[in-house]
C-alpha cells in the first residue's frame, strides 16, 4: 500500500505559511510577543444566574455571559432540556434543538394570539418584497404548498372512509 501524502510538497500552497518572509499578515500584524500569552488572561466576571441557564454537559461553568431574554419554558423549553441531557457530538442534541425552535415559533405565535394582537405573518415572512423580486419563486411556493395540502386533505378524508 502506498501513502496518498507522499508528494505533499507539490501540493499548490503546501507549507505557505511555513515561510517567515511570506507572512500573509505582515504589513498588518504587529507581533508584540502577547500572541503568545493567549492563556493567560483575566477571565470577565461572571453574569449573574437570575433566570434558567441551560449549559453543555461538556463544560464545567456557565459562560461568563449569556442572553436572559428568553428562558427557556413551555414545550419548546422542556425539550431543550432534554437536549442539554446529552453530549453535543450526538444528534439527540441538536436534532430537539431545532425542534425546539421549531415549536417555540408556534409558540410565540399563539402568546401572540393571547395578548390579542394577531401577527401580521405576510409581512413578517417578506413575501411582499418576495413577490416583487423573485414572483416566479412564489408562485411555485404557492402551488406546491397547495398540492401538498390537498394531498394531505385527501388522504385524510381516504382514510376515514
Not at 501540493?11 to 510577543?33: F, L, Q, R
Not at 432534554?82 to 399563539?110: C, M, Q, T
Not at 390579542?116 to 404548498?145: L, Q, T
Request: proline letters at 7%; hydrophobic letters at 35%; glycine letters at 6%.
Amino acid at each position: 500500500m502506498t501513502a496518498d501524502n507522499e508528494n505533499y510538497k507539490d501540493i499548490p500552497g503546501w507549507g505557505m505559511d511555513a515561510d517567515p518572509e511570506n507572512e500573509p499578515t505582515y504589513p498588518m500584524k504587529h507581533y508584540t510577543g502577547d500572541d503568545h500569552k493567549r492563556l493567560n488572561y483575566e477571565r470577565a466576571a461572571q453574569q449573574p444566574l437570575n433566570v434558567e441557564i441551560l449549559q453543555s454537559i461538556e463544560r464545567p461553568a456557565p459562560t461568563a455571559v449569556f442572553g436572559t431574554s428568553v428562558p427557556p419554558s413551555g414545550l419548546s423549553g422542556a425539550i431543550r432540556r432534554f437536549a442539554f441531557k446529552h453530549s453535543e457530538d450526538r444528534y439527540r442534541h441538536w436534532l430537539p434543538l431545532i425542534l425546539a425552535d421549531r415549536i417555540n415559533v408556534v409558540e410565540g405565535l399563539i402568546d401572540d394570539i393571547k395578548s390579542g394582537e394577531f401577527p401580521n405573518v405576510f409581512a413578517e415572512k417578506g413575501y411582499k418584497a418576495e413577490w416583487e423580486y423573485n414572483r416566479p419563486a412564489m408562485i411555485k411556493k404557492v402551488f406546491i404548498g397547495a398540492f401538498v395540502v390537498a394531498a394531505i386533505c385527501s388522504s385524510l378524508i381516504n382514510r376515514k372512509r
